[in-house]
């Protein structure tokens, strides 16, 4: 705040929209009270983006109930008898470490254990991995996963078999070395890029 009332343009860069689970609330509150203003550029929320980039809607004609979750270091369990019922999605953020105790919860208070469920790691990136599994078997198939995922439950998750486009290209992943001059690169190392792979 004290860099704005000097009259410098200050940006605070948060992740996905700063609206959804970030910290946007508190830090313009405390601009409006020290009467600096501001604006909001709308980003899209990785509760969004990283269900769209492994092939998972989180909507479909007929599931419109969408239940964010951010179950990272709750300190009292989410209401979870009030997230179930029929045609609901579940996007459950920071879930790696407790996935178990999740699908567990969700289990107890009536899912169905074959509800798909898919798990990714590393989101929208080039490292992105997708497991598809069910509340059933859920924590032994991700297993494989120790740093921050996201999860989908619900039926929409069977559409990736049919949606995914991201990890589903043909060099997704791949690293490619160019041995060209900077000037020379561009047209091949963007054709790669469309492939999936990095140049």
Do not use: I
């Not at 169905?112 to 078997?137: E, I, N, R, W, Y």
């Amino acid at each position: 705040a004290a860099a704005a009332k000097a009259g410098k343009l200050v940006a605070r860069v948060l992740p996905g929209d700063p609206t959804v689970l970030c910290d946007f609330a508190e830090e313009a509150d405390a601009c409006a009270k020290a009467k600096v203003v501001f604006e909001l550029v709308p980003g899209v929320s990785s509760a969004f983006a990283v269900p769209a980039y492994a092939g998972v809607p989180v909507t479909d004609h007929r599931n419109r109930t969408v239940h964010v979750v951010d179950v990272s270091n709750h300190a009292e369990e989410p209401d979870w008898a009030a997230l179930t019922g029929p045609r609901q999605t579940l996007v459950l953020l920071n879930c790696s470490q407790v996935l178990g105790k999740v699908s567990a919860s969700l289990l107890e208070h009536g899912w169905k254990g074959d509800t798909p469920v898919a798990v990714t790691a590393d989101g929208t990136t080039t490292s992105q991995h997708t497991v598809v599994s069910t509340l059933d078997t859920v924590e032994k198939d991700s297993a494989v996963f120790d740093g921050a995922t996201m999860a989908v439950v619900g039926e929409v998750v069977r559409l990736r078999e049919k949606l995914s486009w991201w990890e589903s290209k043909p060099l997704f992943g791949w690293k490619v070395l160019v041995p060209r001059t900077k000037d020379q690169a561009g047209a091949l190392s963007e054709r790669l890029v469309s492939y999936g792979a990095v140049p």
